[in-house]
């Protein structure tokens, strides 16, 4: 009865434990010996030194990759922050049929990125698209929203917010909700205006969301996948290639097994660090 | 003044959805210049779809995939997150803090060779390899952990002294005490399996194996749909509704689900 009673916890943790082992420690493990090797997973594998280092660090299109993620989330965080803000705090008054509004900017928050990036392929295209019709509607010219090399990645990162912003609205409502009344009750007696109120007590006092949306957005713009994929392929000319689709393309079309390990590392290391330093300026705040 | 803010964000947020359901039934030449109703309906971008596309086969294999990781998720989580929770044992700290871990850990790091392991357990067109990885789930685990943490103990003692085995406490006792987070962690993983499409992509090649989002995506960059947008609106509106519909039904659990997640990252 003891032994059974001591050996009943490992018992039940023991699925964890195997798929830990099997799908997250020695896939960590394995994908390092990758880095040094050379394999289409067909041949025998083949070391080759830090070849996949060197190649790396001279790969025009990872570079491409990296500075197509900065230029997203460039765009994609304070457009996130700044609009989910917006509608959170008109959300915040006591109005009427506010669960009705919340409700339709969480629709595309559910629906499926398959679908929101095949409907805005339409929206962006150049022809026909939405987009497009509305400025020759006004007497504008047409913008190559996903054909132009400049404006390619910021049409897929204003996308992107449309589809995200509804949960950090959720978010920023939540955190809104915190500061306490008697803080807008002190200010009102001073006679502060709306602008005062918004810069001196609630952004201080959500800071901590800000920062949490951040962190989210950056994992989120490093996770980019089906948006390049299905929208323009990653082109053009790699304008929109993200880090996952550049994985994706080495391993999975190309089949060089060792150097998509290298650059899932890479970008892996990448996120953790940025989430690391982010992480550094909350405490610091704080 | 909030109303007309809101209405016309409203309307940002709505109409594109509203656009893809009327270009989807309506004739292929009207779509280029539609906005708010065309001249006639037609199911006929529907028809071309069963006819080019295995769809009700991948809604089917969808519904398994989704529903099996679901359960799965939920019986392991629960059984994990019990131990964690209300069972005292040598390395329980440690397991916590490597779920922990796991979860911080990006997906790049992992995503080649798990490719592997499935080509190596020759699970590659399998139904395993799209649902086996996901059966558990570190988010599910440290909320059900939270969750059994405010169920007291002195309900799992006296189940005991009634005869329970630890099985038949997890099941028959806190499930029934736990469905807010049953509900929230039922919500999550079936959405983003149901959503899933970079492993599928990956692991399935066979058309008959593939999720909705995996053929509906390979349909719209292929050449099958062969740029009649029509059929392309009507495979996302397909691969859009089921999850459209429970979330019109169950909506404020949606919202708070997806919330909770947010906040615990």
Same mark, same amino acid.
């Given at each position: 009865?003891?032994?059974?009673?001591?050996?009943?916890?490992?018992?039940?943790?023991?699925?964890?434990?195997?798929?830990?082992?099997?799908?997250?420690? #020695?896939?960590?493990?394995?994908?390092?010996?990758?880095?040094?090797?050379?394999?289409?997973?067909?041949?025998?594998?083949?070391?080759?030194?830090?070849?996949?280092?060197?190649?790396?660090?001279?790969?025009?299109?990872?570079?491409?990759?990296?500075?197509?993620?900065? %230029? #997203?989330?460039?765009?994609?965080?304070?457009?996130?922050?700044?609009?989910?803000?917006?509608?959170?705090?008109?959300?915040?008054?006591?109005?009427?049929?506010?669960?009705?509004?919340?409700?339709?900017?969480?629709?595309?928050? %559910?629906?499926?990125?398959?679908?929101?990036?095949?409907?805005?392929?339409?929206?962006?295209?150049?022809?026909?698209?939405?987009?497009?019709?509305?400025?020759?509607?006004?007497?504008?010219?047409?913008?190559?929203?996903?054909?132009?090399?400049?404006?390619?990645?910021?049409?897929?990162?204003?996308?992107?917010?449309?589809?995200?912003? +509804?949960?950090?609205?959720?978010? #920023?409502?939540?955190?809104?909700?915190?500061?306490?009344?008697?803080?807008?009750?002190?200010?009102?007696?001073?006679?502060?205006?709306?602008?005062?109120?918004?810069?001196?007590?609630?952004?201080?006092?959500?800071?901590?969301?800000?920062?949490?949306?951040?962190?989210?957005?950056?994992?989120?713009?490093?996770?980019?996948?089906?948006?390049?994929?299905?929208?323009? +392929?990653?082109?053009?000319?790699?304008?929109?290639?993200?880090?996952?689709?550049?994985?994706?393309?080495?391993? #999975?079309?190309?089949?060089?097994?060792?150097?998509?390990?290298?650059?899932?590392?890479?970008?892996?290391?990448?996120?953790?660090?940025?989430?690391?330093?982010?992480?550094?300026? %909350?405490?610091?705040?704080? | 003044?909030?109303?007309?803010?809101?209405?016309?964000?409203?309307?940002?947020?709505?109409?594109?959805?509203?656009?893809?359901?009327?270009?989807?039934?309506?004739?292929?030449?009207?779509?280029?210049?539609?906005?708010?109703?065309?001249?006639s309906l037609t199911l006929s971008s529907y028809a071309q779809m069963v006819d080019k596309i295995p769809i009700g086969g991948a809604f089917i294999n969808s519904l398994i995939v989704a529903s099996s990781i679901t359960i799965g998720v939920l019986i392991f989580g629960s059984m994990i997150g019990y131990a964690l929770s209300k069972l005292v044992f040598k390395g329980r700290d440690l397991i916590f803090y490597i779920i922990i871990f796991t979860m911080t850990l990006p997906f790049q790091i992992t995503l080649i060779p798990q490719y592997i392991i499935m080509v190596k357990f020759g699970w590659i067109d399998t139904y395993y390899a799209l649902i086996v990885p996901y059966l558990i789930n570190a988010l599910s685990i440290i909320m059900f952990r939270q969750y059994f943490k405010s169920i007291p103990d002195s309900l799992i003692d006296a189940a005991r002294l009634d005869g329970c085995n630890e099985l038949q406490i997890i099941f028959r006792i806190l499930w029934p005490n736990s469905m807010p987070a049953i509900?929230?962690?039922?919500?999550?993983?079936?959405? *983003?399996?149901?959503?899933?499409?970079?492993?599928?992509?990956?692991?399935?090649?066979?058309? =008959?194996?593939?999720?909705?989002?995996?053929?509906?995506?390979?349909?719209?960059?292929?050449?099958? *749909?062969? =740029?009649?947008?029509?059929?392309?609106?009507? =495979?996302?509106?397909?691969? *859009?509704?089921?999850?459209?519909? *429970?979330?019109?039904?169950?909506?404020?659990?949606?919202?708070?689900?997806?919330?909770?997640?947010?906040?615990?990252?």
């Amino acid at each position: 009865m003891i032994t059974r009673k001591k050996i009943l916890p490992y018992l039940l943790v023991s699925p964890y434990i195997v798929h830990f082992l099997l799908f997250v420690a #020695f896939p960590v493990v394995f994908s390092i010996v990758l880095t040094f090797h050379k394999w289409n997973i067909i041949a025998p594998m083949e070391y080759t030194g830090l070849n996949n280092y060197v190649r790396l660090f001279n790969d025009k299109t990872f570079i491409k990759s990296m500075g197509n993620t900065l %230029i #997203f989330l460039l765009f994609h965080i304070p457009l996130q922050i700044i609009v989910a803000l917006f509608l959170a705090e008109i959300l915040n008054q006591k109005l009427k049929l506010r669960g009705v509004f919340r409700g339709a900017f969480f629709l595309p928050v %559910i629906v499926s990125g398959v679908v929101v990036t095949i409907l805005w392929q339409q929206l962006y295209g150049f022809d026909t698209g939405l987009f497009n019709r509305l400025l020759t509607g006004v007497g504008l010219s047409k913008v190559g929203w996903l054909t132009d090399p400049s404006i390619a990645m910021v049409s897929i990162a204003v996308m992107a917010t449309w589809k995200n912003v +509804g949960l950090y609205i959720i978010l #920023f409502l939540v955190g809104l909700q915190t500061v306490p009344a008697q803080y807008y009750e002190a200010a009102d007696l001073e006679g502060a205006n709306h602008w005062q109120k918004f810069f001196k007590i609630t952004l201080p006092m959500i800071n901590p969301t800000i920062f949490m949306v951040v962190i989210l957005s950056t994992i989120g713009g490093f996770s980019l996948f089906i948006e390049p994929y299905i929208m323009t +392929g990653g082109g053009p000319l790699n304008s929109t290639v993200s880090a996952v689709l550049y994985i994706y393309k080495q391993g #999975f079309f190309y089949y060089h097994m060792g150097y998509a390990a290298t650059l899932g590392l890479f970008f892996a290391l990448i996120i953790l660090a940025v989430v690391v330093i982010q992480k550094k300026f %909350i405490e610091k705040d704080h | 003044m909030f109303y007309i803010a809101l209405t016309i964000c409203a309307v940002i947020f709505v109409y594109p959805f509203y656009w893809m359901v009327i270009a989807s039934i309506a004739p292929e030449n009207e779509i280029g210049s539609l906005t708010i109703m065309p001249t006639s309906l037609t199911l006929s971008s529907y028809a071309q779809m069963v006819d080019k596309i295995p769809i009700g086969g991948a809604f089917i294999n969808s519904l398994i995939v989704a529903s099996s990781i679901t359960i799965g998720v939920l019986i392991f989580g629960s059984m994990i997150g019990y131990a964690l929770s209300k069972l005292v044992f040598k390395g329980r700290d440690l397991i916590f803090y490597i779920i922990i871990f796991t979860m911080t850990l990006p997906f790049q790091i992992t995503l080649i060779p798990q490719y592997i392991i499935m080509v190596k357990f020759g699970w590659i067109d399998t139904y395993y390899a799209l649902i086996v990885p996901y059966l558990i789930n570190a988010l599910s685990i440290i909320m059900f952990r939270q969750y059994f943490k405010s169920i007291p103990d002195s309900l799992i003692d006296a189940a005991r002294l009634d005869g329970c085995n630890e099985l038949q406490i997890i099941f028959r006792i806190l499930w029934p005490n736990s469905m807010p987070a049953i509900i929230t962690i039922g919500i999550i993983t079936f959405m *983003a399996s149901w959503n899933e499409v970079l492993w599928p992509l990956i692991v399935i090649r066979d058309e =008959s194996l593939m999720t909705m989002p995996q053929l509906v995506t390979l349909f719209a960059v292929g050449g099958r *749909a062969e =740029s009649q947008l029509g059929v392309k609106l009507a =495979s996302a509106v397909m691969l *859009a509704l089921p999850i459209v519909l *429970a979330y019109l039904f169950f909506q404020k659990y949606f919202i708070q689900s997806m919330a909770s997640t947010g906040i615990k990252e």
